[in-house]
């Protein structure tokens, strides 16, 4: 397995520089509302070839957010982007895959029971909560790959290892095992990485 680059974390701190920046072009060239840019949680990283700018709000803010950054780049940069080519998912609706996890959005339902003197009644929620899945079949795709398991998952031995000792063999294991554990903590279903 690759290890992630540390650059987009380079790049996510540069981006509260350049945010700045935006600001104070914003408040000058355009005069707009300040408040749209002011949002706290605004995040902005590039993966894989792509810009991934994240933010929470109304689909109306994010669409505000599309225009000024096209005008923008067009404006002080001479670059001339199709705003179609700008897209806007809510998490709620798209899973994204992001440095080895999966994010999505899923309702949980909650029951609550209430009683009032003699009537008892029962309440349904739906709660939206962030669900960060660890994506086994890419992981096990990676150690296949790798010459430590097939496609199925199950363990193939290497002519290298026949040296090692049992003790040497199962540090090994465990080595592996650690760091995919530590990595994926963060995973609501930790329990499909016992499949690995």
Known sequence: LRS???VFFLEQLYFYGKKERLLEVVSKDFRASLCLFTD???HYVRYQG???LVSKGTSFLMNK???YLVNFWQYHFDLWFHSGRVYINQVSNHSLDFVGYRSSVRLNPAMVRGQMLENAFLINNAIKKLDMLAPIIPLIRSLAKAK???L???PVSKPVWADLSDSDLIDRYGY???NLSHYYSGSS???SLYRI
Do not use: A, D
């Open 148 to 150: 430590f398991c097939n």
């Open 4 to 6: 992630t680059s540390f």
């Open 40 to 42: 706290p949680f605004m």
């Open 50 to 52: 792509k810009s991934i």
């Open 152 to 154: 199925l998952g199950h």
């Open 65 to 67: 957010w599309k225009y």
């Open 189 to 191: 279903k930790k329990k």
């Open 176 to 178: 592996i095992c650690r």
